[in-house]
């Protein structure tokens, strides 16, 4: 156990280094949020270097973290946006969408800016296409098939009014809305 004094709870250069060198690395691999690239450098802190001190492992994250925006590599807003694009071409729902960026670290607020130009009805007509439902079903519509279909779009955080005029909708003027392409 290393001593409980200042110079003890600095990390050395050797470790400085390797926070930049990794924060390098992960970013040119893909885009992070500062949450995801401040867990990772101290996750893998503490696993390269024996001993460390958690005092240490946070003053190596939070240089990863400067280091990155110093070199213009993070960006949460880019990051948000970027999901929030992702997220509605892929047939999740602004809600959907919300709940993951803030998991990832993005503040509310920020999270709430970059999903305010997702179009619901457009995300749901991508998942229903996917997943063969509504205007896409190739099977006959039953009690028992419009209540998984319903129960399918509120899982996936799309609200009862937009389930139901997804299921309403005809093929050709779900076409037509898909073939205009995303608001984004």
């Known amino acids: 156990m290393q001593d409980e004094t200042t110079a003890a ?83 999740r729902s602004r809600r959907a969408v919300a709940l993951k960026l803030t998991r990832k670290g993005i503040d509310r607020e920020t999270a709430a800016a970059a999903v305010a130009g997702i179009d619901d009805l457009f995300a749901a007509l991508v998942l229903a296409r996917k997943r063969a439902f509504g205007p896409f079903r190739k099977v006959d519509l039953d009690d028992k098939r419009k209540a998984k279909e319903l129960a399918a779009f509120a899982r996936a955080g799309f609200a009862f009014e937009i389930s139901r005029t997804v299921l309403a909708m005809a093929q050709e003027e779900a076409e037509t809305i898909l073939g205009a392409g995303s608001p984004f």
Do not use: C
């Open 9 to 91: 709870d600095t990390p050395t250069p050797r470790m400085f280094s390797w926070a930049r060198n990794s924060t390098i690395y992960r970013l040119e691999r893909r885009m992070h949020t500062e949450k995801q690239l401040f867990d990772a450098i101290a996750r893998k802190a503490r696993e390269k270097f024996e001993g460390i001190g958690e005092t240490q492992v946070r003053m190596l994250a939070e240089a990863a973290v400067k280091f990155a925006y110093d070199i213009k590599a993070l960006d949460d807003e880019a990051y948000a946006e970027a999901g929030s694009r992702a997220g509605m071409r892929s047939g």
